[in-house]
């Protein structure tokens, strides 16, 4: 009885014994089950849950003596007490290989594609490859040459990204390669390469396909340092005032109404991204739904095919077992950390990581664990900065880069920033972009708070020097002093509605309308505009110029009442500058009015 006792962690397990270890039911609270087990079981190891011959995919989340608690990936209706169990001796795994790209999967990376009706049949399980399809080889390394876990061995094209065949991450040591298979078609199934261990002549077989656990990050890179190339999304609120890098973390939380699907879309759509994978995590049906209909649609602005080409959807509603969620998560993490390996640049977007909290605290409450603030769990921090940190900017073992840029949304109830799961993403992700239910009210999108959102990236020594060489010296500053502007405007305008139109000084009035000629022209844009939606880091370079430099120029007004009538006639002049190609004769020509605008009023 003692072997029960043994929690081992690792991707895959040695079983103590030849045959696989079983179980029985002992107790169902929900969609945690409770199983007796008469062997060896490992800590967030798969077990199967035969009821009524439909076999039911679980996760243990938590051994005791002879006791097993497994979280059910499905519905546990008509489960019962003796049911058996089988373990499986192996973590929940992703099946990573060519022909992910532009798949619609579920939270345990089944093809939604594959599945027959309109719900989901339980127990029913897909394989997320397509085994038979034939993929164009061509090899990369030679016969002879040391490789070790993640080596590029080949290339294939998947949507006409190069899609590369690797070591299998799970191979800790130095292979050479004994056999490569030539320039040819083959599918995910045919061995490719065979690999001798260098110590003890050990051989391996190599497919296309791997397994990976989901739980378990993946670590095959020289280095791993802080992030600092600037990761462009045509979204002047984030490239601007509060950057996000390659490899960077940030978080979107906003009521309901707020613009966060929208902001998403833009940015799945305009980042420079070459891979962009989307996980619904426990959202409402009709939002995946929307994702489904809209994202096939989307022209990708870089290439001018459909983005879905490169687009991977990881699909977890509401009304889904709250397990999948969790799941949901690591298997769209796990799969971004695998074209990492590649060499590629990979946009991860989670809606909502609320969703994913909530599902925690569910099994935290049902397995009686002490509660944290809100009943949320006590590790919930622990858990959210282990999940965030998967995500950087790595130089591979071959000296290539490759990068995994997460964002993820949060949905505080009732708008309330002060909850627990947004402060303790607070606390690891690099980027905060707070959307306002005011800003939303008053129809100025993105509705993102310039004043309480930062990039903590702007900090960075690294990222400055990037910048610089990209955007011009001192543009750091000239984001602080943007900031200070709109800081200014926004006490100044307190004190407007508090004192009125003519109870403050004409100079507050101009400083006022100076911090809304930033948020007009730089921070508003639309969206559904096809010039305005996306703009280059040369662009925004410029207007942030013309900008600041308007906001140093002194002007004169005889009374205040002039004042909003003028910049209201700037502020028009700009937008439709917003709305024309860069430096096209459009866009030349309200420049002009613009010049002459200033110098009507220009001190």
């Not at 005791?64 to 169990?85: C, H």
């Not at 603030?373 to 919930?380: I, S, T, V, Y």
């Not at 009538?565 to 028009?572: A, H, L, M, P, T």
Request: hydrophobic residues 40%.
């Amino acid at each position: 009885m003692q072997q029960f006792d043994i929690i081992i962690t690792f991707a895959r397990i040695e079983l103590i014994h030849q045959m696989a270890t079983t179980g029985i039911v002992k107790g169902i609270v929900s969609n945690l089950v409770t199983i007796e087990v008469n062997g060896p079981v490992a800590q967030n190891e798969i077990c199967f849950i035969n009821v009524g011959g439909t076999r039911l995919m679980s996760e243990v989340i938590k051994v005791i003596g002879a006791s097993a608690y497994a979280q059910v990936f499905e519905s546990t209706r008509g489960m019962r007490i003796g049911d058996e169990v089988e373990f499986m001796g192996h973590m929940l795994e992703v099946t990573l290989g060519p022909g992910m790209l532009s798949k619609n999967y579920d939270g345990l990376q089944n093809d939604l594609d594959k599945m027959d009706g309109v719900f989901l049949k339980r127990g029913a399980y897909t394989y997320p490859l397509d085994e038979d399809k034939l993929w164009k080889f061509e090899p990369l390394a030679s016969v002879g040459d040391s490789v070790s876990a993640g080596a590029w061995l080949g290339v294939v094209d998947e949507n006409h990204q190069a899609h590369k065949i690797m070591v299998p991450f799970v191979l800790t040591r130095e292979y050479r390669i004994k056999e490569l298979k030539p320039a040819g078609d083959y599918t995910v199934k045919d061995t490719i390469a065979i690999l001798e261990d260098i110590e003890d002549g050990h051989e391996v077989a190599v497919t296309m396909e791997q397994k990976w656990p989901v739980k378990k990050a993946i670590t095959c890179y020289r280095e791993k340092p802080r992030p600092f190339r600037l990761l462009e999304t045509g979204v002047r609120v984030i490239d601007t005032l509060n950057p996000i890098v390659e490899g960077g973390t940030g978080f979107i939380p906003g009521p309901f109404g707020t613009g966060k699907t929208v902001l998403q879309h833009a940015i799945s759509k305009q980042a420079e991204a070459d891979i962009v994978i989307i996980a619904a995590c426990g959202e409402r049906a009709n939002e995946v739904v929307e994702v489904f209909k809209e994202f096939p649609e989307l022209i990708d602005p870089h290439t001018g095919r459909h983005l879905m080409e490169r687009t991977i959807i990881i699909a977890n509603t509401s009304n889904m077992p709250v397990a999948a969620r969790e799941a949901s998560v690591y298997t769209a993490m796990t799969i971004a950390e695998y074209y990492r390996s590649m060499g590629l640049k990979v946009m991860l977007m989670a809606d909502s990581t609320s969703r994913w909290a909530q599902a925690l605290r569910e099994m935290s409450n049902r397995l009686e664990e002490l509660p944290g603030p809100d009943a949320f769990p006590m590790d919930l921090s622990a858990i959210v900065a282990n999940f965030y940190a998967r995500a950087g900017f790595v130089y591979l073992n071959n000296g290539a880069t490759g990068s995994v840029t997460f964002i993820g949304t949060v949905s505080p109830a009732g708008g309330n920033l002060k909850e627990p799961v947004t402060e303790n993403t607070k606390k690891v992700a690099r980027c905060f972009y707070a959307l306002e239910q005011e800003r939303a009210d008053r129809k100025r999108y993105p509705a993102v708070n310039p004043i309480d959102s930062y990039s903590k990236y702007l900090e960075y020594p690294e990222f400055n020097e990037y910048i610089s060489a990209r955007a011009g010296l001192g543009w750091v500053d000239k984001i602080n002093e943007l900031k200070r502007r709109l800081v200014q405007g926004k006490e100044i305008a307190e004190q407007i509605n508090i004192l009125g139109d003519d109870g403050v000084p004409t100079e507050y009035h101009i400083t006022f309308w100076k911090s809304e000629l930033i948020d007009f022209v730089i921070l508003q844009q639309d969206a559904f505009d096809a010039i305005d939606c996306n703009t280059s880091l040369e662009r925004q370079e410029y207007m942030v110029n013309r900008i600041i430099d308007i906001c140093n120029t002194d002007f004169a007004f005889d009374d205040f009442s002039e004042v909003a009538g003028y910049f209201k006639e700037v502020i028009n002049a700009f937008k439709q500058m917003n709305y024309a190609e860069y430096q096209s004769e459009g866009f030349n020509e309200f420049s002009l009015k613009v010049e002459e605008l200033i110098k009507q009023r220009a001190k």
